[in-house]
């Protein structure tokens, strides 16, 4: 047996790496939804935009949220109940596809959408400084029926009739629909955030259980100052010894080596059970189980209380019960088990109602 003070240290810390890691990949992986802190204006800046004549490919743009910029906006009529139909003049490419140019779009949206509403108020107010302004929207581009295209083929020529060049520069093939973001954004953010509680949380476990593994070790030398580089020999001194479960007691010290180092004064023990905590599968699928003694103490007062875990092994787990059979034997002042009755015994204890009660199972 040696001396193990990074005992749980090591493997916080991987997980705390590993979280890091993966917080990085999901940074890079949802940078264009992180980098707009919720605006389109952000993502239009990112150049994830909508542009009229860019790409028939409808692979390309089903499912895919964009951004435009309005320059100018219509309102042409309702369309479907509570639904209206937008011109709106956005971003394209040239036929020739070398430049950019103003193009026009149709945009569907709810009929008192608040934002759209806005918008046409600021463009018939001033529509020399609407289109100079910030008039950006998060917009899905939407596949059209053929007659509904037709429709849109024909309200574009009569839009601009005679005028070539802005029927060509139309968007007829898709519709776009205002979409609202929030989902999107908050699932990139709340992910992100998972990632970075849990490395902190496992930073900070990591070194809160080397400080705990330390302090034990130097109080299991206080406790026998022969065991200090010496640590094989307890199992040989010790007055019970498990060390398939790394359990010993030692000058009324109950002393847990298996994961992680504790030592517990079994004067100072009020009451100790043990508890099984099940991995779940699905929520129903048991893939692993993780055996915990839960230790109540009284120290110089104070009631404190410590779950430690133990094994991970079925098999052993009448191992644990004989060592707590061993404390129920020979410490009669500890509680020992869990039910109603110990829950009300160690109640009376921490209460001090009787601090001499007698233990229950």
């Given amino acids: 047996m040696k001396e193990r ?63 435009v910029r309005l320059y100018d906006i219509f309102d042409l009529g309702e369309t479907d109940p509570g639904y209206n139909l937008y011109g709106i003049t956005i971003d394209g490419i040239s036929q020739d596809g070398n430049s950019l140019v103003y193009a026009y779009a ?15 108020a600021a463009y018939e107010n001033d529509p020399e400084a609407f289109a100079k302004g910030d008039n950006y929207l998060f917009v899905e581009a939407k596949s059209l029926a053929f007659d509904v295209e037709q429709n849109l083929e024909e309200l574009t020529q009569n839009i601009f009739e005679g005028n070539e060049e802005a029927i060509a520069n139309t ?15 908050l699932w990139s953010y709340g992910i992100l955030l998972v990632f970075i509680a849990v490395f902190f949380t496992s930073i900070f476990g990591a070194f809160k259980v080397r400080k705990l593994n330390k302090l034990n070790y130097e109080k299991l030398y206080e406790l026998d100052p022969a065991l200090k580089d010496n640590l094989s020999e307890l199992p040989s001194k010790a007055a019970y010894a498990d060390t398939a479960i790394g359990a010993f007691i030692h000058r009324d010290h109950l002393i847990l080596t298996a994961r992680g180092f504790r030592v517990f004064s079994l004067n100072d023990m009020r009451w100790i059970y043990y508890t099984e905590k099940k991995t779940r599968y699905y929520g129903f699928i048991t893939v ?64 001090n109602r009787n601090n001499n009660v007698l233990k229950n199972i």
Avoid at 171 to 185: A, G, M, S
Avoid at 324 to 330: A, E, Q, R, T, V
Avoid at 336 to 350: I, N, P, T
């Fill in 106 to 120: 149709y945009l569907d949206a709810k009929s008192n959408d608040k934002t759209i509403q806005k918008m046409l």
């Fill in 5 to 67: 003070v990074n005992r749980g240290f090591i493997s916080s810390l991987m997980v705390a790496l590993l979280m890091l890691a993966l917080a990085a990949f999901w940074c890079y992986y949802k940078q264009t939804w992180l980098l707009s802190f919720g605006t389109a204006k952000n993502m239009y800046k990112q150049r994830i935009v909508y542009l009229v004549n860019d790409d028939p490919d409808l692979v390309e743009t089903k499912d895919a949220v964009y951004t």
């Fill in 171 to 185: 968007e007829t093939r898709y519709i776009l629909q205002k979409t609202d973001v929030t989902f999107d954004l």
């Fill in 288 to 351: 692993s189980t993780e055996y915990l003694l839960n230790v109540f103490s009284q120290i110089d007062g104070k009631h404190v209380n410590e779950s430690v875990s133990i094994t991970n092994k079925k098999k052993l787990k009448e191992n644990i019960e004989n060592l707590l059979g061993y404390i129920y034997d020979k410490y009669t002042g500890v509680i020992v088990g869990f039910s109603k009755d110990a829950q009300a015994a160690y109640a009376v204890v921490k209460n």
